[in-house]
């Protein structure tokens, strides 16, 4: 049996999603389709074989849907969610989960009062393949405890409507969550720090940006986020441990020798690096669904603790100060 899909939200993401569930997911079917703009609504379910529903509300209301996918502007999920929760219907919720920690805690009030977890957040990095094996290594004790992390986040280049908060809100969180899941921990603590500018902006935009955490357990993560390196997008990640080093391997590519040079090429878009990942994603999300099983994804707690992180780098980025971070009790629910 397939589970029925409502998709909300039509974008580049959401269009990615509708194809992939269509195409490459199995046990899974596009229902419906909405957007805030209907004509291209209408225009990616025809494509999918689905349903154009006029709006969200209907959509998770509807009797032909078993599960959701939320891919809409992040300030809207909020709502979207504790609309899911309330039907009793899963939901898989690109990040943010919400853009307001008190936003992220009815969420979780709501999924406990419900009885069991609902929501997944979509930080695909979990799933695509060199994380996992850096975790393999790090949860073996191959390195010993970990002491520091040093993190590269490059894109080359971005639209004009990128704002300087965005670095931390749509970029770094990113780095948030793959080092909380990494190294078992919450931050403690953010502290922005902002070099000389790159002269390849936009005049609005501060780029690049460099973000200082601190972990419960005192092991230090520095995170460079630049969006305008020019050259590819680039991700990088190192642990150093007490007893050795791991790094996050490179995509395959092939070297090239040639004219007294070696080369590999550098991906140009996130979409080329992460594609696998997002199809284990969603492909891990529909086989518990459809087993009746727990999820086991980022969790709405993830979802809000990394809300919070990055509202702390955002706030020391107009302060300059270090911003203490206290998540709170994390509910049994999701323990």
């Known amino acids: 049996m397939s589970i029925r ?18 195409s490459t997911v199995s046990g899974a079917e596009v229902a419906a389709v909405s957007d805030i703009d209907l004509d ?30 939320i891919a809409s502007w992040g300030p809207v999920h909020a709502e979207q969610v504790l609309a899911c929760v309330e039907a009793g219907k899963p939901v898989f919720c690109e990040k943010p989960l919400t853009t307001d920690a008190a936003d992220a805690r009815r969420i979780m009030d709501a999924e406990q009062a419900f009885g069991r977890r609902l929501v997944q957040v979509g930080f695909m990095r979990r799933y695509d393949a060199g994380y996992r094996r850096l975790k393999e290594v790090l949860d073996s004790g191959a390195v010993g405890k970990p002491l520091m992390a040093h993190c590269v986040h490059r894109n ?4 004009e409507h990128y704002t300087t908060e965005m670095a931390a809100r749509d970029t770094a969180v990113h780095e948030v969550d793959a080092l909380r899941w990494l190294l ?5 603590s953010a502290q922005t720090v902002l070099p000389r500018k790159t002269t390849k902006r936009f ?18 993560v520095d995170v460079e986020v630049f969006v ?10 190192e642990i150093v441990g007490e007893e050795g080093a791991v790094r996050l391997p490179d995509p395959a590519a092939p070297a090239v020798r040639r004219a007294g040079r070696s080369s590999v090429p550098v991906l140009p878009e996130f ?19 459809r087993n009746g099983e727990a999820l086991t994804g980022p969790s709405a707690w993830d979802g809000y603790a990394a809300t919070m992180v990055t509202d702390a780098a955002v706030q020391s980025l107009h302060s300059g100060a270090i911003i203490p971070i206290d998540m709170g009790d994390r509910p049994e629910l999701y323990a």
Do not use: M
């Open 5 to 22: 899909i409502g998709v909300i939200g039509t974008g580049w993401i959401g269009e990615q999603h509708v194809h992939r569930l269509t």
């Open 40 to 69: 291209r609504a209408a225009e990616v379910a025809e494509a999918a074989g689905a349903r154009r529903v006029d709006s969200a509300e209907k959509l998770i209301a509807d009797s032909e849907v078993d599960a959701v996918v």
């Open 156 to 159: 080359k280049s971005i639209r």
């Open 184 to 188: 078992g921990e919450e931050f403690v």
């Open 203 to 220: 005049p609005h935009l501060q780029d690049p940006q460099i973000f200082l955490f601190e972990t419960a357990s005192g092991a230090r």
């Open 228 to 237: 305008n390196c020019q050259y590819g997008y680039d991700i990088q990640c």
């Open 271 to 289: 979409g080329d690096r992460f594609e696998a990942a997002f199809d284990v994603e969603l492909q891990e999300w529909v086989d518990r669904i």
